[in-house]
């Protein structure tokens, strides 16, 4: 393999501690922009042989226990290897200071955290004094406080170079930040009597959708006028809990069943009263639609539609 420059190692890092942090997310933190960090992750895999891998996390236990032990002359090690000798014990550190050692324990619940601390800390042998403390949680990188994606959309949309490459990066954010599955963006109008109308779409890109569910959605959409029509006619967003039995999605059931996915949500693009054009996402299971999540969609579809003016 041939040796990473400096670029490379730190988006591999990333990955590394968070194989979900999105393409927007690691460029705000390795300082370029999105299309670039696209670029290199795809050289990785292609030429480097990098692979990003799912692994799947051990439940939180009920009860946590921290524990610091003082123990009674000549007794540190004798200690320290009886209690992590047991079960419960995940670590045992030897420490200086007024305490010789720490311990960290797990248990299924407090009741059994309350017999080992009486059982084996206090009622145990050489140890001379204890003070113990319940884990409320835990925070690490991977749960840390996301940053703020849309302010990230809104900082990198100014710096995109075409059309396209700003429907890409509002492509990521929405997969990254909402929830969605799949996406699907398409700027222009499909209202013939608006002001300047436009050849609707005029562009679209799209992620996790294939190209035979958008080619056919499209020609559906111009002939019969579903769906993405009403969502410009009515200038609001349309929620379907389950596209598979909705009846606006009849006449194209067969092919959400083939796509696989369940529920769909599709809003406007606008700047002010003018449209530019829709964001759709879709999910792969039944979801419940609440207002945060029309907030938040609306909220990065006026930032798209403001980009988006800039362009026009």
Known sequence: MRELDELDKKIFGLLAGNGRASNLEIAGKVGVSEKTV?????????????????????????SRLIVLVRVEPGQRF???????????????????????????????????????????????????????????????QSTATRPDHFAQFDEQAAKTGSTAELLDLACDVATASLGADRVHVATGNVQPDDPAPSEWPSLMRWRGLSSRYVEEI??????????????????????VAD?????????????????????????????????????????????????????????????????LSRRA
């Not at 993405?228 to 009515?234: A, G």
């Open 38 to 62: 696209r670029q290199r992750i795809r050289r990785l895999i292609e030429r480097d042989g990098m692979r990003v891998v799912a692994t799947m996390e051990t439940p939180a236990a009920a």
């Open 218 to 239: 499209l020609t559906k959409g111009r002939a019969e006028g579903i769906v993405l029509p009403n969502i410009v006619k009515h200038n609001q967003h349309v929620f």
């Open 78 to 140: 004798v200690v320290a290897g009886r209690l992590a000798s047991m079960p419960q014990v995940e670590e045992v550190h030897l420490t200086t200071g007024a305490y010789e050692l720490i311990v960290v324990a797990s248990f299924g619940s407090d009741s059994d955290a309350l017999d080992f601390y009486v059982r084996h800390i206090e009622q145990g042998p050489g140890i001379k004094e204890s003070l113990s403390t319940h884990v409320v949680e835990t925070i690490t």
């Open 243 to 307: 596209a598979r039995t909705d009846p606006l999605f009849r006449s194209v059931a067969d092919l959400v069943l083939s796509e696989g996915f369940h529920s769909w949500m599709g809003m406007p693009v606008r700047d002010g009263g003018a449209r530019r054009g829709t964001l759709c996402l879709y999910w792969d299971t039944v979801i419940t639609c609440g207002d945060d999540l029309v907030r938040r969609t609306q909220e990065l579809a006026d930032l798209l539609g403001k980009h």
